[in-house]
C-alpha cells in the first residue's frame, strides 16, 4: 500500500517547457492496483521540487510560486483526505481497495469543495503549525517545545477519531465549543488530570492565534474556565527529620560492608563506575552502588533547590570558592544557569554542611570541566525517569512511610471518589520533591521569599507560590499571642513597655522581626498587625 503525489506527466518530462502548468494528483496504490485522484492544483514545471521527500517540511512547491503556500497546504489536505478514507476502512475491519477508496473519495458526505484557504482541513492547518512549532523558527526553548508536543499528538488523535465517527473533514471553522468540550471529555477517560487537560485547550489557542498571525483564517477558540479545586491540596515535600533519616542511611554505601546483603535483600544491587581522565591523562574510576549515588542526587537536590536538570550537567568548576570564611573552613556557593528559563539566568545556592560532604566524595580527584556526578556505562547523565523510579524504592527501603495525601479532581473541581486515602512517602518521592523541600526549609528558617525565589530562580510570586503550602503551624505561630499585648496591657499592671526588648536576646529579637516580615509577605499577617507587632518588639508605641 503506498499513498503519495507528483505531477500527472502526460509526457517525458524534458519535453515540457518550465513555464508549462502541469496539474498535481494523489496517487494510492493497492495490491498492484493504483488510482489517480485529483488536488485540483496545477503547477509549472520550474516550480516543482523533485527532492520533497527529503525535506522536512514536505512541501512539493517551491517558493518561487506566488501561491505556493496555499498550493502546499491544499495538496497535503487532499492527501491526508485520502489517508483518513484508508485508515477508516482499516478501523472498520474493511480491505481499503482503490475501488472502494475511489468511490469514498467521490461521496459529498465526506469530501468538501475547497475554494480558499479558509476551507482547508484543520487537521492540515494544524500538522503545519505541528512542524512550525518544532522548526528552528519556533521563539521558545527545546523544553517548552518538549512540553507542547504531547498536547499536539493528543489532539490530533481526537481529531482522527472525530472524523471516522462522524465521517467527516473537519475545517477550523468546525472547532466550536462542543468539540472542545467534546476534546476535553476525550482526555479526561484518558486518565488526565484537569491540569495537563488545560495544556491541550491552550495549544488550541495558541493554534488559532497562529493561523490569523499567518492569514491561515481568522477564527479564534476560546479556552474553557479554569476549575476551582472543592480543597486546596497540600504540596508534598520532606521534612527536616526526613532529610537527615536519608543522609544517615549508610548501607547503600559501597565502602559499607552490609552493603551487599542489604541490596540483594531488596534486589537492587547494581554498580555504577565513575570514569575520567586527569590533568596528566590517566584514567581513573571510583565505584559507587546505584542506590548510593541516586540517595545522594537526592539529598543534593534538597539541599540546592535546583532542577534534576540542572544537577546532572554541573560541573565541578561550577563551585565557586569564597575566601571569606577561615581557613579549613569550606566556603562557596554551586553556580547554575536554569535550563528551563528563557535567558541565560544564573542562579547561586551557599553550600552548606550536607552538600560540602557529597561535594567532596563525588570530586576528589577531578578537574573543573568533570562532571560532579557518575554518568552512564555509555557515557551520558542519569535519566529523570530512571531516577525516580529508584528514589521510590530506595525511600521505602529506608522507610519514608509517613502517610500523606494528593487528591485528584474532575472536570468540576470535585475529589474524585478514592482518589483522597493516603498513602506511603514513598510512592511520590522523585527528583522535584528536592525543590520544593529546600523551599520549605527555608520558609521555616525564616529566610525571606525574594531571597528564596533568588536562589530558586522563580520570577513570578505565583509560580513560586505552588511549591509550598502554608501548613497548620504557621497559622498557629502567628495567631497565638493576637491581642495578647493589648490585654495584659489593659488588664494588669503598667509594665515597662521595653521589657520585652530586655528579655529577648539580640538573635531571638531578629529570628522574630524575620518571622513576622515573612508572614507578612505571604500575606498572612495584614500590614497594620505587622507594624504593630514589630512596634511592640523593638520597644516602641
Not at 551520558?380 to 530506595?394: A, E, R
Request: hydrophobic share 30%.
Amino acid at each position: 500500500m503506498g499513498l503519495f503525489y507528483r505531477l500527472n506527466l502526460k509526457k517525458n518530462l524534458k519535453e515540457y517547457s518550465k513555464n508549462e502548468s502541469v496539474p498535481v494528483i494523489v496517487i494510492y496504490n493497492f495490491n498492484y492496483k493504483k488510482i489517480k485522484i485529483s488536488t485540483g492544483i496545477s503547477v509549472k514545471i520550474k516550480d516543482w521540487d523533485n527532492d520533497w521527500r527529503k525535506k522536512l517540511s514536505k512541501d512539493p512547491i517551491k517558493n518561487s510560486d506566488e501561491d505556493s503556500k496555499t498550493k502546499n497546504i491544499l495538496i497535503k489536505g487532499k492527501l491526508s483526505e485520502v489517508r483518513n478514507i484508508v485508515e477508516r476502512l482499516v478501523k472498520e475491519d474493511k480491505i481499503p481497495t482503490t475501488e472502494i477508496v475511489k468511490s469514498l473519495v467521490r461521496e459529498k458526505k465526506v469530501q468538501r469543495v475547497r475554494k480558499t484557504l479558509k476551507e482547508v482541513h484543520f487537521l492540515i492547518l494544524f500538522e503545519k503549525y505541528e512542524t512550525w512549532v518544532n522548526s528552528d523558527n519556533f521563539p521558545n526553548r527545546e523544553s517548552y517545545v518538549r512540553t507542547l508536543n504531547p498536547p499536539i499528538q493528543d489532539i490530533k488523535k481526537y481529531t482522527i477519531d472525530f472524523q471516522l465517527k462522524n465521517k467527516i473533514l473537519l475545517l477550523p471553522s468546525d472547532i466550536n465549543d462542543d468539540w472542545v468540550n467534546g476534546l476535553i471529555k476525550w482526555c479526561y477517560k484518558k486518565g488526565l488530570q484537569p491540569s495537563t487537560i488545560r495544556k491541550r485547550t491552550k495549544v488550541l489557542v495558541n493554534f488559532s492565534t497562529w493561523c490569523r498571525e499567518n492569514e491561515f483564517g481568522d477564527f479564534s477558540i476560546k479556552k474553557p474556565k479554569s476549575f476551582v479545586p472543592s480543597e486546596e491540596r497540600e504540596v508534598i515535600c520532606l521534612t527536616r527529620k526526613e532529610v537527615i533519616q536519608l543522609f544517615n542511611f549508610t548501607q547503600f554505601n559501597f565502602d559499607d560492608s552490609n552493603h551487599v546483603e542489604c541490596l540483594k535483600k531488596h534486589k537492587c544491587l547494581s554498580y555504577i563506575d565513575d570514569k575520567w581522565i586527569n590533568d596528566r591523562g590517566e584514567k581513573l574510576s571510583r565505584t559507587y552502588t546505584s542506590y548510593e549515588v541516586y540517595r545522594d542526587m537526592l539529598l543534593f537536590l534538597c539541599n540546592v533547590g535546583c532542577r534534576f536538570g540542572d544537577m546532572i550537567k554541573m560541573r565541578v568548576g561550577d563551585f565557586v570558592f569564597d575566601d571569606v570564611k577561615p581557613r579549613g573552613e569550606r566556603g562557596g556557593y554551586f553556580r547554575f544557569f536554569m535550563e528551563k528559563s528563557r535567558v541565560r539566568r544564573e542562579v547561586k545556592v551557599s553550600i552548606n554542611q550536607m552538600t560540602d560532604i557529597i561535594f567532596r566524595k563525588y570530586v576528589k580527584g577531578k578537574n573543573s570541566n568533570h562532571f560532579i556526578f557518575p554518568q552512564t556505562k555509555f557515557g551520558n547523565p542519569i535519566s529523570n525517569q530512571k531516577f525516580n523510579l529508584h528514589t521510590k524504592h530506595l525511600s521505602q527501603i529506608i522507610g519514608l512511610k509517613r502517610p500523606v495525601r494528593r487528591p485528584e479532581f474532575d472536570l468540576y473541581g470535585k475529589i474524585i471518589d478514592g482518589s483522597d486515602k493516603p498513602f506511603p512517602l514513598h510512592n511520590v518521592v522523585v527528583s522535584h520533591i528536592g525543590r520544593r523541600t529546600f523551599i520549605r526549609e527555608h520558609i521555616e528558617r525564616g529566610t525571606p521569599i525574594r531571597t528564596i525565589m533568588k536562589m530558586t530562580g522563580h520570577t513570578t510570586q505565583k509560580v513560586f507560590d505552588g511549591y509550598y503550602s502554608v501548613l497548620d503551624k504557621d497559622i498557629m505561630s502567628v495567631n497565638d499571642d493576637l491581642y495578647s499585648q493589648t490585654l495584659r496591657e489593659d488588664y494588669t499592671s503598667p509594665k515597662p513597655s521595653n521589657k520585652q526588648s530586655k528579655s529577648t536576646s539580640k538573635e531571638e529579637l531578629e529570628e522574630q522581626l524575620k518571622r513576622l516580615l515573612e508572614l507578612n509577605e505571604k500575606g498572612i499577617l495584614p500590614d497594620n498587625l505587622y507594624t504593630k507587632k514589630v512596634s511592640q518588639l523593638i520597644g516602641l508605641k
